[in-house]
């Protein structure tokens, strides 16, 4: 029987310890502030938008959100990212994706203050994930690492299996795990679309992270006895038995792959969380930045 990791709690936890740090930025006259854009109707969008709000003002953080219609011209983007880039009330700028299609989503992304980018989306934060430096780390990818890390989990020394190469997940955690250092220290696998027999990759793994937004993907003949498995995708497949007419489900197909793992996080209640409790850790970073308490957040 695998442990399954509960990302929901560890994420509580996380924003428990948060919750200590915005008191002491309090009591110095600094509230960490989150402005986030969010931009049409996109229905997930506006679930995860709303839960952004509600987890940063249930630790003391200030959190604006600004919507605009799915005709919202460029122009008018780009005049308000500037607004929130130059007040001094935010600390962290999260423009909501995906974006409609007129808009340029990587144009976007780059007029963010780099200093603002608690999403680690800018390419100077990548850049500084690249070379080890300190600076913003995509939510999601910390929150992989952090969850690993917090179960006890070691990726020293392991070959690590990522499927997916997308700029927000794995590309990044690729560079995050390949780091020197705790929580790092891996070989590093990345599959994609146009790897052939993706599944001769896999079945070498010692963790493998599924970040391949396709439903179910990772099926139990694809990984080895004892992996670790880690389960990035949310995805809706159509359920009429359900009152919504859908349910969530991962990028793991949960039942054949779980006999066979040592460990494995849930869809829901295994990522999901993480990722948002990394916002606000980038927040509560870049405020106390503003004020000379300014060492990396130790959260593992
Ligand atoms: N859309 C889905 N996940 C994310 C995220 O972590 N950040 C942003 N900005 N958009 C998203």
Redesign the pocket.
Known sequence: MAIIIDGKKTAQEIRAKLKIRVEKLREKGITPGLSVTLVGENAA?KV?VSSKDAAAREIGMSSWTHKFPSDVSEIELREHLRCQNSDPAVHGI?????LPSHLPEEHLLNLIAAEKDV?G?HPVSLGNLMLGRPGFK???PWGVQVLLNRYGISTRGKHVVIVGRSN?VGKPLANLFMQKGEGADATVTVCHSATPDLAQFTRQADIVVAAIGCAEFIRGDMVKDGVVVVDVGINRVEDSSSPKGYRLCGDVHFSSVEPKASAITPVPGGVGPM?IAM?LANTVWSAESKTGISGPIDLF
Do not use: V
Not at 94 to 98: A, D, V
């Open positions: 969008s995860y999260l423009l909501q994706l995906p999403d989306f995509p939510c999601t927000i990722t916002l």
